[in-house]
Each structure stands twice: as structure tokens, then as C-alpha cells.
């Protein structure tokens, strides 16, 4: 049998490509198994639901916040998370709308999104662990004709929800 003998029996099924234009994009990522992408164009969240053929910004942040990272839940496809320069957002629904997630930082919440890491439990989708702080970057030391950069953490936070993201509690050093 040659290639031009074999044919999809089902028109449906004949792959079709799209292109759609974005500018500066920051980061993507696709939630496993979904047609959803999630993108940041600009520092604003752009969501999909068809994998990129349509656009739109995300329901629920504010034009203003500049969206940093965006982070998929590995475990759970339909849940993922996003950091600004002054909140933590999460997604249950495969990045149609997002919520404000209310972390216990006192005064200085400003400090807590410089970095962002956030983990979640593989079997029970109601633990989620948030890791966040404000680090320095070092520049420009010299060490055989290379210039190196590197950073030390200045303050690290971390946080925990046994809800599903609804309430956290700051995880102290004993």
C-alpha cells in the first residue's frame, strides 16, 4: 500500500493549522490534556480554550496587574496559578475565570512575589503549598575574564491551603 492509498475515512478528523499573532510573549503553557493555553502578552494573562486559535484576556485580573509567571497544576488539568507584582491568582476552571488569592503577609506583600513556586498534592486536590520572596541579584563579578551574575534569597515565605486555595496559613520555622 503507498501513502497516496491511505485516507482518513472522516473529513472531521483532517488536521487543519491556525496562526495567530501575539506580541511578547512572556511565558505559555498548556494544560495537560485540555485544548487550553494560558499566555502572558505584555505582562497580561491571555487565555484559550481552542489551543491559540482565539484570545482573550483573563476574566477576573485587572488590566493594571502585571502577570508574571504562570504555573499548571501537574496533578489536576483544570487548575492553575499565576503571580503578579502584587497578587497570586488560581484558576479552577482551566483559566476561564481567576481569583485573588488572600495570602496572611502582614504588611509587606510587596515583598512576596519577586519569586513564585507553588506545589500541589497529587491526591488530594485541597493541599497546595505557595513558596514566595524577594531575592538579590549580584552582577558583573569578575572570575577569569567571565562576568558572573548570581542571587541570594533575601526573605522566603511560604504558605499553606488544606481548602483548595480559599484560605492559607504562613508556614513559620520552628
Given at each position: 500500500m503507498s501513502s497516496s492509498d491511505i485516507r482518513l475515512l472522516d473529513p472531521?478528523?483532517?488536521?487543519?493549522?491556525?496562526?495567530?499573532?501575539?506580541?511578547?510573549?512572556?511565558?505559555?503553557?498548556?494544560?495537560?490534556?485540555?485544548?487550553?493555553?494560558?499566555?502572558?502578552?505584555k505582562s497580561r494573562l491571555?487565555?484559550?480554550?481552542?489551543?491559540?486559535?482565539?484570545?482573550?484576556?483573563?476574566?477576573?485580573?485587572?488590566?493594571?496587574?502585571?502577570?508574571?509567571?504562570?504555573?499548571?497544576?501537574?496533578?489536576?488539568?483544570w487548575r492553575a496559578f499565576a503571580s503578579s507584582d502584587r497578587a497570586v491568582y488560581i484558576t479552577n476552571d482551566q483559566g476561564l475565570s481567576w481569583q485573588k488569592i488572600s495570602l496572611p503577609m502582614g504588611k509587606s506583600s510587596e515583598e512576596l512575589h519577586a519569586s513564585f513556586c507553588c506545589k500541589t498534592h497529587p491526591f488530594n486536590k485541597d493541599h497546595i503549598i505557595i513558596d514566595s520572596g524577594t531575592y538579590n541579584t549580584k552582577c558583573c563579578e569578575s572570575h577569569e575574564d567571565k562576568i558572573m551574575s548570581y542571587f541570594t534569597i533575601d526573605k522566603a515565605y511560604s504558605f499553606f491551603s488544606n481548602d483548595g486555595g480559599k484560605s492559607f496559613t504562613r508556614i513559620l520555622p520552628s
Open positions: 472531521a478528523l483532517q488536521p487543519s493549522v491556525s496562526v495567530t499573532m501575539v506580541e511578547d510573549v512572556g511565558y505559555l503553557t498548556i494544560l495537560d490534556k485540555t485544548s487550553t493555553l494560558l499566555l502572558i502578552e491571555l487565555y484559550s480554550n481552542n489551543c491559540g486559535i482565539t484570545l482573550s484576556y483573563a476574566n477576573g485580573i485587572d488590566s493594571d496587574v502585571k502577570v508574571k509567571q504562570i504555573k499548571a497544576d501537574p496533578f489536576f488539568n
